[in-house]
């Protein structure tokens, strides 16, 4: 361990830097957003405290995160007329476009921007889908919406029909009557988009395919070419962890039994391994090469590429990595987590 940070948002992680934000405290009337790593504090973005919501996302290419503003009183009180989506470079905090007018908050689906009040009802509530590499807003048919986005890649229409989208090229990618059905399904099956295993993250989409009188099944699909790259058993069993350097997404599953399942799959190579737990299995990390998780009440390091179990043990396990292996840990307190860099290896003979 190198050092403490004090954060108020679970931290994450994007390309070479953490990020995490502050509340306003000690006289600074701000939201206060941080990027840092081993050598201490690489920049700070100061904006309205009522605007919580982010979206890690990527800028040709460039690791970002898009951070809101509006003109809400520091008090909380009176009408808000306008906010705005901003997106800066995870590794120097330069402007890298915006600030762009939308709706309201991400509901963690990407860069999609709805407002809240309507949000909270039954309905479907449009909202404002921004292309990853500009900030411009992308328009969607009447009728439609966009439903998912991950680095520029989106899905618009509805939750039974829809399409992928480039949000650059504005271009289709696929349509959801052109996805392979699982096995053991006839033409009589429809595909839904059911939100499941947590925000937008990787390059993956989870569809549920529906038959009468058959049970559902789960299939995971590359978000860009519509490929399937494998099967999910159980029901979701917590939000889907990803290696931002391989891509690698890992699935958490419950079967009926109660026994749990991760499943690991990656754009382009498909589903990697899938392992049962008797009990439990929760992914709190991946980095290069190895995951982080509970399992089955035990403390665990899993090999990204075959699942292998490669170490167990009583320790504390890290909540968010970066490509070099600087991890941050929990304490016992809520807001202060350990940095930890790896230990140099020394040098052969």
């Not at 059905?181 to 395919?209: C, D, E, Q």
């Not at 058959?214 to 699909?221: C, G, L, N």
Request: glycine fraction near 14%.
């Amino acid at each position: 361990m190198t050092s403490a940070v004090r954060i108020d948002s679970a931290p994450a992680a994007a390309g070479a830097t953490f990020i995490g934000s502050a509340f306003p405290r000690d006289g600074r009337s701000s939201l206060s957003f941080y990027g840092f790593n081993a050598e201490g504090t690489l920049w700070r973005v100061d904006t309205n405290p009522s605007c919580v919501g982010t979206v890690l996302t990527s800028v040709g290419g460039q690791p970002a995160v898009v951070i809101l503003d509006s003109d809400a009183r520091q008090d909380g009180q009176g009408p808000v007329s306008f906010t705005t989506a901003t997106a800066f470079s995870a590794g120097s905090g330069d402007v890298l476009w915006g600030p762009t007018e939308v709706p309201g908050p991400s509901a963690g689906n990407g860069l999609i921007f709805a407002n809240t009040p309507k949000a909270l009802t039954a309905g479907t509530t449009p909202g404002t889908l921004l292309d990853a590499g500009t900030g411009s807003v992308v328009e969607t048919p009447a009728g439609e919406t966009a439903l998912y986005e991950h680095h520029g890649a989106a899905l618009i229409g509805t939750e039974s029909k829809f399409l992928a989208v480039d949000t650059g090229s504005r271009g289709t990618l696929w349509s959801a009557d052109e996805l392979r059905r699982p096995n053991g399904t006839t033409a009589g099956a429809k595909v839904r988009f059911t939100g499941s295993y947590g925000p937008a993250t990787g390059g993956v989409v989870v569809l549920r395919w529906e038959e009468q009188g058959m049970k559902p099944q789960d299939v995971v699909y590359d978000l860009r070419t519509g490929e399937p790259l494998g099967q999910l058993a159980g029901s979701p069993a917590g939000m889907a962890v990803t290696d931002g350097s391989s891509g690698t997404v890992l699935l958490a599953s419950e079967l009926t039994d109660g026994s749990q399942l991760i499943t690991a799959v990656r754009p382009g190579a498909g589903t990697l391994w899938t392992k049962s737990f008797a009990r439990s299995a929760r992914i709190t990390a991946a980095g290069p090469g190895g995951a982080y998780a509970e399992l089955d009440g035990v403390a665990a390091k899993i090999d990204i590429d075959s699942g292998a179990i490669l170490d167990t043990g009583d320790y504390v396990l890290p909540v968010s990595l970066l490509p070099d292996g600087t991890a941050l840990f929990p304490t016992k307190e809520r807001t202060v987590y350990a940095l930890a860099v790896p230990e140099k290896q020394g040098a052969p003979g």
